[in-house]
């Protein structure tokens, strides 16, 4: 009985030791966790970066500083309509995330639609969006704009590539 009531005494120290540790290697804090991040804000990221945001495309790099300007240059409403981000899929691990997601919009100049595929990879701590690596080719888009190359059909989940396109490199089927 001895043994137990000193264990008891320790019980609640040893907690709060717990509770105040930093996450070991492999284990993340619930602060820092990707999957909460998608589940509770992850619908409204783009409100959501962190003031110390690194961004990384394949036409460049941005940071808050640079959104900033970005912001107040460009009007997109001027440029597309009805832009919607879906078909999103998740992995998780740790602080980190990837999501596949297929944007659409309609160009107010032509009326004409395009859908876009991108994966995308971002880093969270306490819940902010610290890093984002963007791999997209606006190619699509683009020829989609420009009337060279067709929508997915609405059968057809929105690839890379779509299926009926007939432009195509010498290389590919």
């Known amino acids: 009985m001895n043994t137990v009531r000193r264990l008891a005494r320790f019980l609640p120290l040893a907690l709060l030791a717990c509770a105040l540790a930093p996450a070991l290697p492999g284990q993340v804090s619930p602060a820092d966790s990707a999957t909460t991040f998608i589940n509770t804000v992850e619908p409204v990221w783009y409100k959501h970066k962190s003031p110390a945001i690194q961004e990384s495309y394949p036409f460049g790099r941005s940071d808050a500083a640079n959104n900033a300007v970005l912001d107040k240059l460009f009007d997109f409403s001027k440029v597309s309509k009805d832009g919607d981000i879906l078909n999103k899929r998740y992995l998780a691990e740790s602080d980190w995330y990837a999501v596949e997601w297929h944007y659409h919009a309609t160009s107010v100049a032509t009326g004409r639609k395009q859908v876009e595929s991108s994966l995308c990879i971002a880093q969270i701590k306490d819940q902010k ?35 009926q396109a007939t432009l195509k490199r010498p290389y590919r089927p």
């Open 129 to 163: 969006m610290v890093w984002w690596i963007e791999y997209f080719d606006d190619t699509v888009g683009e020829l989609q704009m420009a009337g060279k190359l067709p929508l997915s059909p609405p059968t057809e989940e929105p690839a890379p590539w779509p299926l």
